[in-house]
């Protein structure tokens, strides 16, 4: 099974909640984080208080949230395009591809260079397509070479190819350019978890859980990695923060299942 076949197979395989669907590791082809977000605070408009609550809003699974805070402010600025990127972000982030790539779309008619709306349409093209997302991503390092959300996505879209290492060198990349990006390490975490080094990646993602205040993506990153360290007991403890206890260990068994599945 190719990475793409694990990490789109993660949610259904799982039989989990709807809750944990919503947070489950896909590196970014649920595109979550810091880095996983189009990054849209590089419009200057997008760092007024109301579109920096949606994206944390997006990060705490709190899409609608987001969604909301983002259509007032096009309510009443209906050409504001940070707030067009940031109602693409939470449309996607609730899996409303058809009206986030609209959304997308329509923020590049405005501003054919606004990148954030660039990264979006790339992250959606993931899903289906890792080879032409990794044409967006490296067309938007072209002119923005030191873009961490570009090289974040660059490197996802490599990993869905099981181009583990070149992935790993874009990870590294982007968080020499912004340390404090999480999303990117965890990606990077995943990966090599992906290419043979599981209980570094859990090593990496214990750190991570154990810093502030832990969104429940990044748990469940971490659960994924602990079940591929071998450690399914202290996998499915980790999901108890946020699932019942029967539901943490339907998510355990999947995962396990696809492991095994790969191994074949």
């Known amino acids: 099974m190719s990475a793409v076949e694990q990490r789109a197979s993660l949610v259904t395989a799982r039989g989990v909640s709807g809750r944990l669907a919503g947070v489950v590791v896909t590196l970014a082809v649920a595109g979550c984080g810091a880095a996983g977000l189009s990054q849209v605070a590089q419009n200057g408009d997008a760092t007024r208080p109301s ?9 705490d699974g709190e899409a609608a949230t987001a969604l909301g805070i983002a259509k007032g402010v096009l309510s009443m600025e209906p050409h504001n395009v940070a707030a067009m ?28 260079s606004y990148v954030p709306a ?24 072209q002119r923005a070479p030191q873009n961490a959300a570009a ?11 099981d181009r583990h290492r070149e992935a790993q060198g874009y990870y590294a990349q982007a968080m020499a350019t912004n340390a404090d990006l999480t999303s990117t390490r965890v990606d990077l975490a ?4 992906l290419s043979g080094e ?4 859990e090593g990496m993602l214990r750190d ?5 205040v832990v969104p429940p993506k990044v748990r469940a990153d971490y659960a994924v990695a602990e079940v591929m360290a071998g450690h399914s007991q202290e996998a499915q403890s980790t999901l108890q923060a946020d699932l019942s206890a029967e539901d943490a260990k339907a998510s355990v068994d999947g995962i396990q299942a696809l492991l095994m599945q790969k191994a074949k």
């Open 51 to 59: 579109l920096v609550a949606a994206r944390a809003a997006i990060t």
């Open 118 to 141: 660039q990264l979006g349409l790339g992250k959606l093209a993931m899903r289906d397509d890792a080879r032409a997302a990794e044409v967006v991503f490296r067309s938007v390092l």
């Open 151 to 161: 090289l974040t996505d660059l490197g996802v879209a490599l990993d869905l190819q």
């Open 198 to 201: 599981p209980l570094k990646a």
């Open 208 to 212: 991570a859980t154990e810093s502030g």
């Open 85 to 112: 990127v940031a109602a693409a972000d939470a449309e996607n982030a609730m899996g409303n591809r058809r009206a986030a790539e609209k959304d997308y779309r329509t923020a590049l008619a405005a501003n054919p």
């Open 190 to 193: 995943l990966s090599l978890a």
